[in-house]
């Protein structure tokens, strides 16, 4: 493989010294881009686009013509497993995922095993080794997976939801079964990014979104319990095991001791937390990513940043801070916003090593 130009991502996640703040950003290939929106016309569906590794890589490298990020994502879905596992995954125009065949009974849940990475997620991987060869080295490749309480809660209601009712009141009616799903979700999501990491992924990232709708006990029990075991689980496997793993739980803050305590290099933080208090409460344990609110690339370029020297000083002039989002990029947002954004860290974390 090429040798790497720019490992400023790498190294903050190791807690090593940087030059300056790395930055990416959650969604940053997305709708906010033309030249994506032109990409997304030509596939004709979302899901078409995803599982073309050529047009999936052409949308992963459009962020970084633009920007001077330092890493690029996988251009793919969380929702990628469970379409593997034949639930029928279809986006609808204003109202995102939906699954036709939803579970509905324990014996569906039964039913489930791992999916293929050589077969129904092998477009996955091949779009994986694709953007690392055309990176040609010039930043370092995520991969990532849905968590499995998220994928769960997906899979439970069949679409999207405020409170996913459904998949909690599994959880507490029969949480044998709930249990029986998450580990199959656990063991899946930990073979799908080892499959990443073999195919050329640099990091892999796990999304909990819905962590956050969790009380603490049932967190514990159903959201960390699963992202301990993912962890565990990459270490003990030949291609991911020196890779860092960052885990996002989105709303979860409240948790972030336990997080640290998984084993995992890094933990991403939404902006309902400073990141003065998050790195307090887990020191040096683990890296940090965040956590600027994505409304704010609404805002002027003066006050966007006014944003971003405000969390790197935050931060501190530690190493261990990957800047980034507290969620993803909204489709309305000006591109330009962005670039500014981008050149500030690069700006802000330069003046606050100095």
Not at 60 to 67: A, E, G, V
Not at 253 to 275: K, R, Y
């Amino acid at each position: 493989m090429t040798e790497l130009k720019n490992d400023r991502f790498l190294r903050a996640l190791r807690r090593q010294p940087t030059d300056t703040t790395p930055v990416w950003i959650m969604r940053q290939a997305g709708r906010y881009l033309p030249e994506y929106r032109a990409t997304r016309e030509k596939a004709g569906s979302f899901m078409a686009l995803a599982q073309n590794p050529e047009l999936a890589c052409e949308v992963t490298l459009q962020p970084l013509d633009r920007f001077e990020l330092d890493a690029a994502i996988l251009f793919s879905d969380i929702l990628t497993i469970p379409d593997a596992m034949g639930l029928g995954l279809t986006f609808v125009a204003g109202e995102g995922p939906k699954f036709e065949r939803p579970l509905r009974s324990a014996a569906d849940i039964a039913r489930l095993t791992v999916p293929d990475m050589d077969g129904e997620l092998r477009y996955v991987m091949d779009a994986v080794r694709l953007i690392r060869r055309e990176l040609h080295g010039r930043v370092p490749l995520i991969g990532f997976s849905g968590s499995p309480w998220t994928l769960a809660c997906y899979m439970i209601e069949g679409e999207g939801s405020r409170d996913f009712a459904r998949a909690k009141a599994l959880a507490w009616n029969d949480p044998a079964t709930m249990h029986r799903l998450l580990d199959t979700l656990a063991q899946s999501v930990a073979t799908y990014l080892a499959a990443q990491a073999e195919a050329g992924a640099q990091a892999l990232m796990v999304f909990d979104t819905w962590g956050g709708l969790l009380s603490p006990p049932m967190f514990h029990e159903f959201s960390l319990r699963y992202l301990a075991r993912i962890v565990e689980l990459l270490q003990a496997d030949a291609h991911a095991r020196e890779l860092p793993v960052v885990l996002f739980s989105k709303g979860a803050s409240a948790h972030l001791e336990a997080m640290a305590d998984t084993g995992c290099a890094a933990l991403g933080l939404d902006w309902t937390i400073g990141l003065d208090e998050a790195r307090r409460r887990v020191g040096a344990r683990v890296a940090l990513q965040g956590n600027l609110d994505p409304s704010v690339l609404h805002a002027s370029p003066d006050i966007i940043r006014r944003e971003v020297a405000s969390a790197i000083d935050a931060f501190g002039a530690h190493p261990g801070h990957v800047f980034n989002l507290g969620h993803g990029v909204t489709p309305g947002v000006d591109p330009e916003h962005v670039k500014v954004l981008v050149d500030a860290v690069h700006e802000a974390g330069r003046r606050i090593r100095h």
